[in-house]
């Protein structure tokens, strides 16, 4: 064929895929905006206002670049009748919240003028941080969310998920420069990290996003490992391990290092590992004598040790570039609990008010000795038993309560202990009207002198706010009165 007439044809192919494309988009439906302007006269305010003469022009331009990136179709776009924006003063830089269809969204005027100030008050560029940051959350207001990939917490597969996917609609609608890929890191650190993995593998497949956000509709529990080797055919690790190498060719071998909490007469019997290593590994194997568990591929898992001794810990770690270990040999000296033995080691029974918990986060997770897991039940406030299953007696010395994962208005503020020895009457041995955890996975002491021995313990707590109740584990130490 004359090259003129391919050219010819190939053009109007162009255009008519073209026209196709757009067509396709003609009827979106945006959502209704509200714009609440809360701040409007700070500098980030007059700088926003100043930048964004239009902001429904804008906030519509940024939802249709997102569904774009997010999907094919508009028929599997989630429909979002309302956006509401608030220009706040406030802290951090913007959140996204609301529920099927409203999109609740602020943006932090602060932050707008701070990175104003500390990018020689570049308009342009400032601009540019905005309408960068209104794709990234909108990206959480369109996408799906994994399911079955745990909780939402740094480092975590779920939030890697979420938050990659927001930063690779940044990347790939040109609102994250390429200056800001740099090699190393971890694909579940989420934001650029991730965003700059996900658009190395759009480079391989440019279907990779819009299939990486549906891959969590089909993939439960999801999954990087299934998601890459669904839409990839390859392992994550393999993946990774390729695109590092892209990053940084003379990459070396790690170096495996480890610190601890604590290590010497160890009376409290947990244990919380810190991976310290050199070299980004992406693979922990520890392995911990004497522990519970004997082994985790967690980065810093927290271990039980249930029997004094002195006891050894391994830590193996794989990177791009390699595999190292290091092994300490008699690392840690537990000792004997002061506070008497922990009743969750003892052959128990354990009862709960309601059996509204959601599926693993069941009343055996107050008694397993991990914090990773929690109880949740869908009421403000409720019972636990705990009975022992020899009839042997047991005087309560002292107990803890840890907090979850996440929603401290779900968080025991008050706690009820009573004593039984036939499950029908019951004894109040302490009274807690005001807990406050100040962190996640944090342990509050209590030190009583229960002067009475029981078989059976009843656990009242009431949360601090809402419907929902939860605590991550309950840890009971006292002696067997014979
Ligand atoms: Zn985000």
Redesign the pocket.
């Known amino acids: 064929m004359h090259m003129k007439v391919l050219a010819a044809l190939l053009f109007s192919i162009v255009i008519f895929i073209g026209c196709n494309q757009d067509r396709k988009w003609n009827n979106f439906q945006y959502p209704e905006i509200k714009y609440i302007a809360e701040d409007s006269t700070s500098e980030g305010a007059l700088l926003f206002n100043e930048l964004v003469p239009n902001t429904d022009s804008l906030f519509n331009d940024c939802i249709l670049k997102v569904c774009k990136k997010l999907y094919k179709e508009q028929s599997e776009i989630p429909q979002k009748k309302i956006f509401e924006f608030h220009l706040r003063n406030t802290q951090g830089v913007a ?2 919240g609301g529920n099927d269809s409203i999109i609740d969204m602020f943006l932090n005027t602060n932050y707008i003028a701070g990175f104003y100030q500390s990018h020689n008050k570049d308009k342009k560029e400032t601009l540019t941080e905005i309408i960068g940051v209104l794709i ?2 909108l ?2 207001a369109y996408q799906h969310s994994p399911i079955g990939a745990g909780g939402y917490v740094g480092g975590s597969e779920h939030f890697s998920c ?2 990659g996917m ?2 690779a609609t940044r990347l790939t609608t040109g609102y994250i420069e390429q200056k800001f890929r740099k090699p190393g890191g971890h694909w579940n650190d ?2 650029k990290t991730t965003g700059f993995f996900i658009g190395w593998m759009m480079e391989q497949n440019p279907d990779f996003l819009y299939q990486f956000n549906q891959s969590t509709l089909s993939i439960i529990p999801w999954s990087w490992e299934k998601a890459t080797q669904q839409i990839m055919n390859k392992s994550v690790a393999d993946l990774w391990i390729a695109y590092q190498k892209e990053l940084n060719p003379e990459g070396k071998n790690p170096v495996a290092k480890f610190e601890v909490n604590t290590k010497d007469n160890i009376t409290d019997r947990r244990v919380a590992f810190k991976d310290n290593s050199e070299g980004d590994p992406f693979e922990w194997e520890w392995t911990f004598e004497g522990g519970i568990p004997h082994e985790s591929n967690q980065r810093n898992p927290k271990v039980i040790y249930k029997d004094p001794g002195t006891y050894s810990v391994t830590l193996k770690v794989r990177s791009a570039f390699g595999n190292a270990t290091v092994d300490k040999k008699q690392f840690l000296v537990v000792g004997k609990n002061p506070s008497g033995v922990l009743f969750s080691d003892l052959d128990k029974e354990v009862i709960s008010q309601y059996k509204d918990s959601p599926e693993g986060e069941g009343v055996a997770n107050v008694f397993d000795n991990s914090s990773d897991s929690k109880y949740l039940t869908y009421n403000n406030s409720a019972w636990i038993d705990f009975r022992l299953k020899s009839n042997e007696k047991f005087k309560l010395n002292k107990y803890c309560i840890v907090s979850a994962n996440d929603s401290p208005e779900r968080d025991p503020k008050e706690i009820v202990i009573k004593g039984s020895n036939d499950g029908k009457k019951w004894e109040i041995i302490d009274m807690q009207r005001e807990v406050n955890f100040k962190k996640r996975f944090e342990t509050v002491d209590f030190d009583i002198s229960g002067k009475k021995a029981y078989s059976k313990y009843k656990i009242e707590m009431k949360n601090h706010n809402g419907p929902i109740l939860q605590v991550a584990d309950i840890l009971l130490f006292g002696d067997s009165q014979i």
Do not use: N
């Open positions: 959140a996204t990234h959350e990206t959480h979420i938050e927001a930063d989420g934001y």
